[in-house]
């Protein structure tokens, strides 16, 4: 049976053997947690141990933020953490965290944290990783478990947990989805049917954008199995095919990575979804590298995340998915 516990002294007087594996939530449990959980239960293996943090952290939630209404579920969360194989649920007040009330010295998110969800929510990494580094302290993980829908938050703690030397390994677990495409999120059981309708656009517009990249990525390996020869170019019209030619050879002498065209193709649905009822208020959408999150360029090969921010009614919702560049180059 899955543990509750309240306090870091219950916590740390467990006895450890293994490897333990730590999944860190605000609460609010769905799929896409069962899933981290089943995850850190495979990584920790029989003789290891996963502890689920449940903490509604105050420090990441700006002004007219959703801290009082954000859901807290705690009876049910509990039973999913033990379906999903948690040995314990480490569920503090925020008395517990934040001894004292709330800390002087924080952690600094840095330039990166100033992006994107950065910029539309001041502080908000700044808070993020505050609480991360106090939980990491306070359940002394071997590993720690994040999912890529927060793909910026992602790549912040690994480089928080890189530069200030954690000793922890933090490993991102896919976005979990509804059937429709909508990424599984707390959030979104604020969404009207209506608003969940307009919802859809946010990984709609992301799959148009992915659709666009392999297109792409489908004429350049193209182009290079077609030799750019007279000879070769007289027998693919001779059997029909001088027109793929003639497409392959333009791809391969375009800029490698085309994000203009993956952006142009995301866009396209955004905008019209800012006609529907209820309407989209895009926030942002962004083509990054996701060492930096900083905008890539048509030259770009490698990986990449392909962002998307936007409200519908009152609610706010990300997404993003990967996306590599120039990959058999």
Not at 28 to 35: D, N, Q, V
Not at 69 to 91: H, N, Q, S
Not at 266 to 295: G, H, I, K, N
Request: cysteine-free.
């Amino acid at each position: 049976m899955t543990a509750l516990l309240r306090t870091a002294a219950e916590l740390h007087a467990r006895a450890r053997a293994g490897r333990r594996a730590v999944v860190m939530t605000m609460g609010a449990l769905h799929e896409g947690h069962a899933t981290l959980i089943r995850t850190a239960r495979g990584i920790a293996g029989p003789d290891g141990e996963v502890v689920v943090t449940v903490f509604v952290n105050p420090l990441q939630f700006g002004q007219g933020e959703d801290l009082d209404r954000y859901p807290r579920t705690l009876e049910a969360d509990l039973k999913i953490a033990e379906a999903g194989g948690a040995d314990a649920v480490f569920a503090p007040a925020v008395d517990e965290v934040y001894p004292g009330g709330e800390p002087q010295v924080r952690v600094s998110a840095g330039p990166m944290g100033e992006r994107l969800e950065g910029a539309s929510r001041p502080g908000h990494f700044d808070g993020v990783l505050t609480v991360v580094a106090k939980l990491l302290h306070l359940t002394r993980p071997d590993v720690a478990l994040y999912g890529q829908k927060d793909a910026q938050q992602l790549a912040l703690i690994r480089r928080m947990a890189r530069d200030l030397n954690f000793g922890v390994e933090v490993i991102g677990v896919p976005t979990v989805r509804e059937e429709d495409g909508l990424a599984l999120s707390s959030r979104n059981r604020y969404l009207s049917p209506k608003e969940r309708r307009t919802a859809l656009a946010l990984s709609q517009a992301l799959f148009a954008g992915r659709d666009r990249h392999a297109a792409q990525e489908a004429l350049r390996a193209r182009a290079r199995e077609v030799p750019a020869s007279r000879a070769r170019a007289e027998a693919l019209s001779a059997i029909g095919e001088s027109r793929a030619a003639a497409d392959a050879h333009a791809v391969a002498k375009a800029v490698p990575g085309s994000a203009a065209a993956v952006r142009a193709a995301a866009r396209l649905v955004l905008d019209e979804a800012v006609r529907l009822d209820p309407p989209l208020e895009l926030d942002y959408l962004a083509l990054v590298d996701p060492s930096d999150f900083t905008e890539i360029g048509d030259d770009f090969t490698g990986e990449a995340v392909l962002a998307v921010a936007a409200r519908v009614g009152t609610t706010r919702l990300i997404d993003n998915i990967p996306l590599t560049f120039g990959a058999a180059s």
